[in-house]
């Protein structure tokens, strides 16, 4: 079993509509990122986190500690959201540096 | 601010032939990293410098080295490429600690054939 599960693996959405991308991990973190990886392969970093909420735009992502969950949610779903969402943590053990364990990726597909 | 550049951005091997992937980044940042990724996987780490000065293997070492040149540079070199070594390889830096700043370079698609 993978230390980070993303679910689903695909998901395909109608433009407008609201998105829940889901992240659990199995081991204690210091921090979560959630990322974006655009088809031409770029990754850029959306989010750090280690409690509660952080909202940017149309985008918000929550995390539970306790329950070693997070979420990222889009509003209003647009085109230009399509790409490949990536969670990935930070363990409570690293002391120096932030080495990172990834998630597989959830391919995000927002038809007009 | 170019952040974290990556040089090359493709390049076809063949099976025993060498080279090194360049990474620089201009963020004064302490922790540099590399990475492979492969489908179906997510990225894992080959090896990460925590400092000027230090590196360390990541959980896919094996068939690289790496040279932190100084605090902006961090190359990664494959000595014999074999086809297992095909991939895309990103190179990333961070502010030490949680590791605030998470920046990626743009990758290098690597064929070993």
């Known amino acids: 079993k993978n230390e980070v599960e993303q679910s689903p693996q695909n998901l395909t959405a109608q433009e407008g509509e609201f998105i829940t991308i889901n992240c659990s991990y199995s081991v204690g973190i210091s921090a979560l990122h959630w990322l974006q990886q655009h088809p031409g392969g770029g990754i850029v970093s959306l989010f750090m986190l280690s409690s509660g909420k952080k909202k940017h735009g149309r985008l918000i992502a929550t995390i539970n500690i306790q329950e070693k969950h997070s979420s990222l949610h889009i509003t209003a779903s647009h085109p230009r959201d399509s790409a490949v969402y990536i969670c990935a943590v930070r363990s409570e053990r690293e002391t120096s540096g932030s080495r990172l364990t990834f998630g597989e990726g959830t391919q995000l597909t927002v038809n007009p | 601010n170019a952040g974290v550049t990556q040089t090359p951005k493709f390049q076809v091997l063949k099976t025993g032939q060498s080279m090194t992937l360049q990474c620089a980044q201009d963020?004064?940042?302490?922790?540099m990293y590399w990475y492979r990724q492969d489908p179906g996987m997510g990225l894992r780490l080959i090896y990460y410098?925590?400092?000027?000065?230090?590196?360390d293997k990541g959980e896919v070492p094996n068939g690289y080295n790496v040279s932190r040149l100084n605090k902006r540079e961090f190359s990664l070199r494959l000595e014999s490429a074999a086809p297992s070594q095909t991939s895309v390889y990103f190179c990333a830096s961070s502010v030490s600690g949680r590791g605030y700043g998470y920046t990626f370079g743009s990758g290098t698609r690597l064929t070993v054939v």
């Open positions: 410098s925590a400092s000027e000065g230090t590196t």
């Open positions: 963020m004064n940042h302490n922790s």
